[in-house]
């Protein structure tokens, strides 16, 4: 174990959207900080998923870092929803303007780390063979860090290109011409299918669950709208902490059933018809809670879906049936459902005709043969614990931490686990960082963990571990808080669902996100500080 001189005060795991602002404010705590990227450069998710479509579903000026007043009034957005390559270029810029990039080490892939009980230290493992030593981890992994495939026979037998859309090559990869295959029908599918079934010469799509989605309107940012912007940044970002998912937009507190059937219906007609999450965000509260008003407001979708698509069989074959609208991560959309009028673009539903096997040639399923030049895997995610399971994480007494979390999370706060201390986490499982906006969430997650490590520096405390009392409190929390919620019964990441990953069955809530909404988390984070942080032992 290296000695005082050798050894970090903190580590930051990650150089994305959380790992760049926790490096930032642990900088700013004149401590020695080192941050390890895995990849080759910074910008995590907006660095990796670089497939055709890909950006932001957030406005853009609400996904922003908030901390920089010069930040704000330098950085210039282009479109309502930013695009990924003009996100990756902002990360960029965040990271030259404070100079952190000295401070990462790219391609660092963490492999292992154990907790020494005697120096209260982490030993980090590297893919390298490289033991790097630190009093604290926080990890800003991400909660979209761990790729999902099927596991088809045949996979690694097709001639053409073929892979998953959070590995698309950097390089161009041709559509002109080509017989494209994409399996899935999520937030990232949905993205490249609207983006790519006008370029290519067919496009089949395999679709098992199809997901509601709701149109983005994205737009330009003209140079007075983002003067207008930048004016009042302020009132944004207020608006966005009084949200429960961190955006501009705020329930309707009217009362579901205080208004009449029409009056609802031309109150979701105009939320229609704003940008972004304003029909899932300003929405009646009810639909999330009363499967009555669910069903309306899932029939008023479905509705919008028969009407954008010119056949019948293929509209019905889009709308869920097994989920009502919003119990899912909702994916938005830019002439989506209009790519199924186009005639060289084919609905395959796998969930009558399975996938079979992927051949030489394409994909076979129980009924047909599809010839494919480029098969495009968009099939989602390992979402909040799968980043933390690619790391072989030794605890007190060497617990693993994938053992400890075999059968779902359990954390304090969403940010510390008992029996695993000095590790901090931002966007950890059970926070709020899964079921908001996410910019605004994590900045909160690392203001107060940047908190409490100056407690610990300013102290010269070496050892951190919230009670497993505290623990097991948060758990109970958020279940209660799930339970109120029908989301509790759906099969998507948003209760740590995938049929891909071994074990993720469905209808059983995992607990990976707290759904009581920004406000009540940040004010539960502000309580455990006030008591003078009396849930964590402090050493």
């Known amino acids: 174990m290296a000695n005082d001189e050798q050894a970090y005060d903190v580590v930051v795991l990650g150089a994305g959207v959380s790992g760049l602002y926790q490096l930032k404010r642990s900088l700013d705590l004149d401590a020695r900080v080192l941050a390890l990227e895995a990849d080759t450069d910074l910008g995590g998710t907006w660095y990796r998923n670089r ?170 940012i003209a140079n007075e709208e983002m003067a207008a912007i930048r004016a009042r940044y302020d009132e944004i970002f207020a608006r966005c902490s009084e949200s429960p998912g961190g955006f501009e937009h705020t329930p309707d507190r009217r009362g579901f059933w205080t208004l009449s059937k ?91 005709t399975p996938i079979t096997r992927v051949t030489l040639d394409g994909i076979e399923t129980s009924e047909d043969h599809f010839d494919l030049d480029l098969i495009v895997y968009a099939t989602g995610f390992d979402a909040v614990t799968g980043g933390f399971d690619q790391i072989d ?41 899964g079921s908001s906006n996410f910019p605004r969430a994590i900045e909160t997650g690392v203001d107060w963990v940047t908190r409490l490590l100056t407690q610990a520096l300013d102290r010269k405390l070496t050892r951190l571990e919230a009670r497993e009392t505290a623990e097991r409190g948060w758990c109970d929390t958020v279940r209660r808080t799930q339970h109120r919620m029908l989301l509790q019964n759906g099969k998507g990441w948003f209760t740590g669902y995938n049929s891909n990953v071994a074990g993720h069955e469905a209808g059983k809530p995992r607990y990976v996100a707290y759904w009581g909404g920004g406000p009540k988390y940040a004010a539960q984070l502000r309580d455990a500080e006030a008591s003078g942080y009396s849930e964590i032992d402090m050493a």
């Open 393 to 433: 994480i030794h605890g007190t007494d060497g617990v693993r931490l994938g053992d400890k979390w075999r059968d779902g999370p359990s954390t304090y706060l969403g940010v510390m686990t008992h029996g695993f201390p000095n590790l901090l986490m931002i966007a950890g499982p059970q926070s709020v960082s």
């Open 262 to 352: 029409d009056e609802r219906t031309a109150f979701w007609n105009h939320l229609y018809e704003q940008p972004g999450f304003a029909l899932l965000n300003a929405n009646f509260v009810e639909i999330f809670m009363d499967e009555e008003a669910n069903k309306e407001m899932s029939a008023f979708v479905a509705g919008k879906i028969r009407q954008r698509v010119k056949n019948p069989r293929t509209a019905e074959k889009l709308i869920p049936k097994d989920h009502g609208f919003g119990m899912q991560r909702l994916p938005l959309e830019t002439n989506y459902f209009e790519a199924f009028n186009r005639e060289n673009v084919r609905l395959v539903d796998i969930s009558e």
């Open 51 to 220: 497939y055709p479509g890909a950006r932001f579903d957030s406005e853009s000026y609400t996904y922003g870092y908030s901390f920089s007043k010069e930040l704000l009034d330098e950085w210039r957005w282009t479109e309502r929803f930013s695009p990924q390559p003009e996100t990756l270029r902002y990360l960029n810029f965040v990271a030259d303007k404070f100079d952190l990039r000295p401070h990462i080490r790219f391609n660092a892939r963490v492999l292992e780390m154990r907790w020494n009980e005697a120096d209260a230290r982490w030993a980090i493992r590297l893919q390298s063979g490289e033991e790097i030593a630190t009093r604290f981890v926080v990890t800003c992994i991400g909660v979209l860090s761990k790729p999902t495939l099927p596991t088809f026979e045949g996979m690694d037998d097709f001639k053409g290109d073929a892979f998953h859309t959070y590995w698309w090559p950097s390089e161009p990869v041709p559509l002109e011409g080509r017989r494209v295959g994409v399996i899935g029908a999520g937030a990232t599918a949905i993205q490249v299918i609207s983006e790519i079934a006008d370029k290519v010469g067919s496009l089949t799509v395999f679709q098992r669950r199809p997901n509601w989605s709701t149109p983005l309107h994205n737009a330009p």
